[in-house]
């Protein structure tokens, strides 16, 4: 994977309004309330809310927010937000993923499916894209800081992450990528977090295992379009496709 992660949601490539991280922090605290439903509040024997907490931390989201949301996913009243996932096509065949947190599944199933035929795609049947992805853990850390200066380097960076734990790594222009398996991704986050790392983002991801190039300046305008769509959608936490954006 070294050398060809043209890993897409690169949202180390977007810089975030603070309208973009509430909606961020909003997006984690379902996924938050969902994971604590499924496996209980306590981070040391529910990995999904132990990785959650570290994507959370990775989206500079305090501290207090996120005791906050477990307190609130732990009591009676939590609101019962169920997980659903789509696949389907974009132009040209580009295959996407989108996961979504909602409290009414027929509203939501009735956006996603408007935006896929809106912008040039189809929705699927369950499975039918599944299968180019695989699940990794994810860390970008960026070369240099707001002020431009660089504060990473690269070659320490990669023994470090491999010496925390990592699978794999990758350097990309501004910024770096490391792999981990899923469930050492808020192990290795500590870790290298203890060496003085700061992560532009840290998630458990769908890494696709091959990229599709769009030709057609059409065909580009709506992908990003569906993408956009998509991601501003209060129901849909995560967003996965194999376009390759370069």
Same mark, same amino acid.
């Given at each position: 994977?070294?050398?060809?992660?043209?890993?897409?949601?690169?949202?180390?490539?977007?810089?975030?309004?603070?309208?973009?991280?509430?909606?961020?922090?909003?997006?984690?605290?379902?996924?938050?309330?969902?994971?604590?439903?499924?496996?209980?509040?306590?981070?040391?024997?529910?990995?999904?809310?132990?990785?959650?907490?570290?994507?959370?931390?990775?989206?500079?989201?305090?501290?207090?927010?996120?005791?906050?949301?477990?307190?609130?996913?732990? %009591?009676?009243?939590?609101? +019962?937000? =169920? #997980?659903?996932? /789509? $696949?389907? @096509?974009?132009?040209?065949?580009?295959?996407?993923? !989108?996961?979504?947190?909602?409290?009414?599944?027929?509203?939501?199933?009735?956006?996603?499916?408007?935006?896929?035929?809106?912008?040039?795609?189809?929705?699927?049947?369950?499975?039918?894209?599944?299968?180019?992805?695989?699940?990794?853990?994810?860390?970008?850390?960026?070369?240099?800081?707001?002020?431009?200066?660089?504060?990473?380097?690269?070659?320490?960076?990669?023994?470090?992450?491999?010496?925390? %734990?990592?699978?794999?790594? +990758?350097? =990309? #222009?501004?910024? /770096? $990528?490391? @792999?981990?398996?899923?469930?050492?991704?808020?192990? !290795?986050?500590?870790?290298?977090?203890?060496?003085?790392?700061?992560?532009?983002?840290?998630?458990?991801?769908?890494?696709?295992?091959?990229?599709?190039?769009?030709?057609?300046?059409?065909?580009?305008?709506?992908?990003?379009?569906?993408?956009?769509?998509?991601?501003?959608?209060?129901?849909?936490?995560?967003?996965?496709?194999?376009?390759?954006?370069?």
């Amino acid at each position: 994977m070294s050398g060809h992660s043209k890993w897409h949601n690169i949202q180390a490539k977007k810089s975030k309004t603070d309208a973009a991280r509430a909606k961020i922090f909003t997006k984690i605290g379902k996924e938050m309330m969902i994971a604590i439903r499924e496996g209980g509040p306590n981070p040391e024997s529910n990995s999904k809310l132990r990785d959650l907490i570290a994507k959370a931390k990775a989206n500079n989201v305090p501290n207090d927010n996120i005791e906050r949301t477990i307190k609130k996913g732990s %009591g009676t009243d939590a609101v +019962a937000y =169920e #997980e659903l996932v /789509y $696949e389907g @096509y974009g132009p040209s065949g580009v295959a996407v993923i !989108v996961e979504a947190a909602t409290d009414n599944k027929n509203r939501t199933a009735g956006d996603v499916r408007h935006y896929f035929d809106k912008f040039g795609g189809n929705l699927g049947q369950t499975g039918c894209v599944g299968f180019l992805f695989s699940q990794k853990g994810v860390i970008i850390i960026f070369e240099n800081d707001e002020y431009g200066d660089k504060v990473v380097d690269g070659d320490k960076l990669m023994e470090d992450a491999l010496e925390c %734990g990592a699978a794999d790594f +990758a350097e =990309e #222009e501004g910024y /770096y $990528e490391i @792999y981990t398996e899923p469930d050492d991704l808020s192990a !290795v986050c500590e870790d290298l977090e203890k060496k003085g790392y700061k992560f532009e983002s840290a998630e458990v991801a769908k890494v696709p295992a091959t990229y599709v190039s769009l030709e057609s300046e059409d065909d580009k305008k709506m992908m990003n379009l569906l993408i956009e769509n998509l991601e501003e959608n209060d129901d849909i936490v995560n967003v996965w496709h194999n376009w390759d954006e370069n």
